[in-house]
């Protein structure tokens, strides 16, 4: 240090600078050449470790959390007690001292005996059990002897009895007893309603609580979901129905809320990962295994109407089946709004099969739900899980189901699919047909724009074309695979229309056929118009199908060969004799 302050000294007198001056010139260059003081250094290494210090407190903090949680899920310990008994400690706390007090003292008062002859107290139980037990001075007391009390929702009730003679084993005649006990026993209507009504108001604001206690930190309270999801195992008989009923549509709207909008698969928590992504990996794990048993909880609320019928057990009880449409209802809701998500494949195993209920309002409710999936799959995968699953059902039950079975398909939307030509064409026409003021807009936002350099204008020009390039590839690949769908739609649905119209299995199901091939007859391929012709002139010629029935067959045949059909050399004769002799039949 002295000797750079006389360095300095003598630079500065050489330039007649003080020392002060001097000083902060080195400062200055030094600053520039990124060199810190003494101070400065000694500065910034105290904040480096005051920062250190925060962070590595904050860390141990949120290790205690996590381990802390995780011992909690391991002893399957809820962290918001909203589903388990208070504590008789924790009622302690939450009362004022005051009547903390008050109780203690009336706790400790004991009750005092009389005291004996010798004037000491009986305290003993043999001298207790010994003396004659005294009743009321009323005559009629003196033949009664007492029984136990019986502990009722009113209070304590105590019971007497007559004076019986005791038999030579000293036993009390056993029939009057059991009378006098099956008596007591029996409870009103009205008593059992009230309990079922207070059970009732229990668990509907247990679950309400739940569910919107989860959803205010879905990450965190994992143990609401399980909570909520326990509900579907009611086992209390006088509830069990209408709990499960809550139970399904809360977790219903719990898991619309958090499901993602993509596939999940299951993580494998062994791994090196970092903090936050095992903490995303664990929720999800959590999540979905939480979701696969509300699932089963869902198929067990529809298999408790097959117990019942395996069962035999008196008519149709409306509880059950409306809980069997509350079960639907989830599935269907699920289905619409989630079909990207797992397990799809379950609900429409467990939700097709419904179709042929034979409670009109189940079969249309399920109808409804498909004809609304339908017609928003875009794509065709989910499409083809349904008619896929219809095949295997229809074909298992060897064609014996009902029309409605085979009428949902007609809401396919396979008639709309349009080839990439004409998604082309349809951008062209929408930008040549440009508003006068869009065309001014848009002459003013490219004068405005900032101009590019000659190098920034290639490289922009290069990257629009890239992205139109990438655009055009993306649109092929996604017609390619819709178009693959609805190939293998078309196949599975004409299959199973083809197989009923030659065989015959159910004439019921020969009104739906015909008008599922009229309707898609513009898809049939050429290869099966002969076939097809000669199957319909015959049922034309057995004169056994009803007007409507007739009319779609005739439908058929026009619509096969006005398009590819023209080509075969068929004569239509007698299916423009038929049309003509009825025509006065149909209604203007």
């Given at each position: ?169 000293g036993e009390v005649m056993e029939e009057d007893k059991t009378e006098h006990e099956t008596k007591l026993k029996v409870k009103s209507t009205v008593d059992f309603l009230v309990e079922r009504q207070q059970k009732l108001e229990e668990k509907k604001i247990k679950i309400g609580c739940l569910a919107a206690n989860f959803l205010v930190e879905p990450e965190e309270r994992l143990s609401g979901l399980s909570s909520l999801v326990n509900f579907m195992d009611e ?354």
């Amino acid at each position: 240090m002295a000797k750079r302050a006389s360095r300095l000294a003598k630079k500065a007198k050489k330039k007649g600078l003080s020392l002060a001056k001097a000083s902060n010139i080195r400062k200055a260059k030094m600053a520039k050449r990124g060199i810190l003081t003494e101070a400065q250094a000694k500065k910034r290494k105290e904040e480096r470790k005051a920062r250190r210090q925060e962070k590595n407190a904050e860390i141990w903090a949120n290790k205690k959390r996590a381990n802390r949680r995780k011992e909690l899920y391991a002893s399957e310990k809820e962290i918001y007690p909203l589903t388990r008994e208070v504590s008789g400690e924790e009622m302690m706390d939450m009362m004022d001292p005051e009547d903390l007090d008050y109780l203690v003292k009336t706790e400790g008062k004991k009750r005092k005996h009389e005291a004996t002859e010798d004037g000491q107290r009986g305290d003993s139980i043999e001298s207790i059990e010994d003396e004659e037990r005294s009743f009321d001075k009323d005559s009629y007391m003196k033949n009664m002897r007492k029984l136990l009390p019986v502990k009722t929702d009113k209070g304590i009730i105590s019971r007497y009895t007559d004076m019986e003679e005791v038999t030579e084993e000293g036993e009390v005649m056993e029939e009057d007893k059991t009378e006098h006990e099956t008596k007591l026993k029996v409870k009103s209507t009205v008593d059992f309603l009230v309990e079922r009504q207070q059970k009732l108001e229990e668990k509907k604001i247990k679950i309400g609580c739940l569910a919107a206690n989860f959803l205010v930190e879905p990450e965190e309270r994992l143990s609401g979901l399980s909570s909520l999801v326990n509900f579907m195992d009611e086992s209390d008989p006088d509830v069990a129905v209408t709990v499960k009923k809550y139970a399904a549509l809360s977790l219903l709207e719990v898991f619309h809320s958090i499901i993602p909008s993509y596939y999940i698969v299951a993580h494998d928590m062994e791994r090196k990962l970092k903090k936050v992504t095992k903490k995303m990996y664990f929720y999800e794990n959590q999540m979905l295994s939480a979701y696969q048993l509300y699932l089963k909880g869902l198929e067990d609320m529809l298999k408790s109407e097959k117990r019942r019928e395996k069962m035999k057990t008196g008519g149709k009880n409306p509880a059950i089946k409306h809980m069997v449409m509350v079960a639907l209802k989830c599935f269907g809701s699920l289905l619409t709004q989630h079909s990207h998500f797992n397990f799809t494949s379950n609900i429409i195993r467990a939700f097709v099969p419904y179709l042929n209920h034979v409670d009109d309002e189940i079969c249309s409710l399920v109808t409804s739900y498909l004809a609304q999936l339908f017609k928003a799959d875009k794509d065709g995968r989910i499409s083809l899980e349904v008619v896929q699953q219809i095949d295997r059902y229809v074909r298992g039950l060897s064609f014996r189901v009902r029309p409605e079975v085979l009428k949902v398909l007609l809401v396919l939307r396979v008639k709309e699919a349009q080839s990439i030509d004409v998604d082309i064409e349809a951008n062209l026409t929408a930008k040549r047909k440009l508003t006068h003021t869009e065309k001014l807009l848009k002459k003013l936002a490219e004068k405005n724009r900032p101009k590019k350099s000659i190098k920034e204008a290639k490289i922009f020009r290069k990257k629009r074309k890239l992205e139109e390039k990438m655009k055009g590839i993306h649109k092929e690949k996604e017609t390619k695979i819709r178009k693959t769908h609805h190939t293998s739609v078309i196949q599975l649905v004409f299959g199973l229309f083809i197989h009923v119209l030659k065989r015959r299995t159910n004439n019921k199901l020969m009104g739906v056929i015909l008008e599922g091939l009229a309707k898609f007859a513009h898809l049939i391929n050429i290869e099966f118009f002969a076939d097809l012709l000669n199957v319909l002139g015959e049922l034309m010629a057995e004169d056994t199908l009803k007007f409507r029935e007739s009319l779609h067959c005739i439908q058929v045949v026009f619509t096969i060969l006005s398009g590819q059909g023209e080509v075969l050399t068929l004569d239509p004769h007698r299916f423009y004799k038929y049309l003509y002799a009825n025509m006065f039949e149909l209604s203007a």
